[in-house]
């Protein structure tokens, strides 16, 4: 006998099962009940029945991880007060996309009173360690991990604690009401589909061991190499930075938010997300926290009332965690891919540095600021960005940074930035990356201009193409030391 929903089973059955010997039931009783094959022989396994019974509502379905591995990773929002459970998803969300997973990866569940599972599947088995440590990287950047109005925990656990697959009742809620998926992009309206489940795609582990490995980096300290001055221009360790690679979606585009502003929410179920975005807009131009607070406040109030159901105090208190939470931890506004220009009096100014290396630094720092600065000029960017970029060591990028403030061409608006936690305690390991701002004049003129290409972008290989496209090996020879001059005069033959 074939089940009605196997098809939906099959995909259950992808996405969680591993371990068959324990399982949970929740039962219309409202009570957990762990099944264990190994210690009770009467017990069957998991099997497509049981998975069957939980999609008719009959007996809700839980389920461990296997002793050493996952198969996927859930993040337990418990949160009573449902504005700030669906604010505690947002941020998270928000997170694990700035991580570099993408949002179609990320999928959220009501799971039966007012909380949420946050969960991403994995197309092969990870080490359950390996999983609970991308849950503490994900909540440690939310800062998530000691909030005061409930908890997210860390699921599934192998033998310990087990968790609940969407789609089945809670019969703990006097409601009983179905987890059904939900629709991020719409307020988290529930998906009242269970063949939603057969969309979803599993995310290549590569991606979760390269995230793993990338922040791990950010903690060690690179040894310092005498050899960086000895280089020559171009090497082949320069690799493009990630975030110039990154897939970056249309609604997260400054055309897009500016569109969003003038006409304003069109349905509800888009409020929060709104809000979110025109906040990220308002810090990229420049506007302080205060200002930025008062803009969100004027711009709702301006709303359609139709177009949203929640309270206006609710709206308000939304509005301050939103902007706290950007302004706090300088969430980005995402820049769509385009492409940028260097002009020759720009380029004159970088050859006037002293060292290759200070020359070569300063050209990185010039382009990420035209991409990622705002209005008034101000931008960050992390040391382990410069080593990437330059193929440089880090070490090396932070003396580096110094001599070009002390040359004038580079400002460095604030150092030393402190991270306090929710209780206003200064964390001593940690600091904010430091402000710059490029003090280079720009004459925009048209005929007189370098095309920077993004795609693959190799900071070297750039640099060396824009000073031959400004300058010929008379004005080099002029312009640049004998050992410098020489090497340029390698790369023209």
Known sequence: MVNKDQEIIDKINELYIMSRYQYLILSEGGKYQTFNSYKNDKVYKLNDYVIQRHLDGKATLGIFSSTNQTKFICFDVDVKDKSKAKWTVYRLVDVLMELGISSEHIHISISGNKGYHVELYFNEPIKNEMAHELYLMAMNKSDLLNIDYGDVEYRPNAMKQGVKIPLGINFKNKRKPRCWYVDYYQGLKPIRNKRYILKIKQIDVEIIYNILERERDTLEEEEVSKVEEARGFIEGKYTPLKIYKENIGEQETIEFIEKLIHIGLTRTGMRHNSLFKVAKYFRHQGFTKEECDTALVEWMGEQDTRCYTTKWEECIKDIQLIVKYIYENEVSLTVQQKDLFVTYEEMRQILKLNSKNEKLLAYCLLIHSKRYAIKNGHFYMVYRQMSEASGLAEKTTRTLINKLEQSGILEIIERNRQVKDENGKVRKKEKRPNIYKMNVECNKEVKSTF???????????????????????????????????????????
């Open 451 to 493: 095309k920077v290409e993004f795609n693959g972008l190799n900071y070297a290989h750039s640099f060396n193409s824009c000073i031959l496209h400004f300058f010929d090996g008379n004005d080099l020879h002029r312009m640049l030391p004998r050992r410098q001059y020489e090497s340029i005069v390698k790369i023209i033959n």
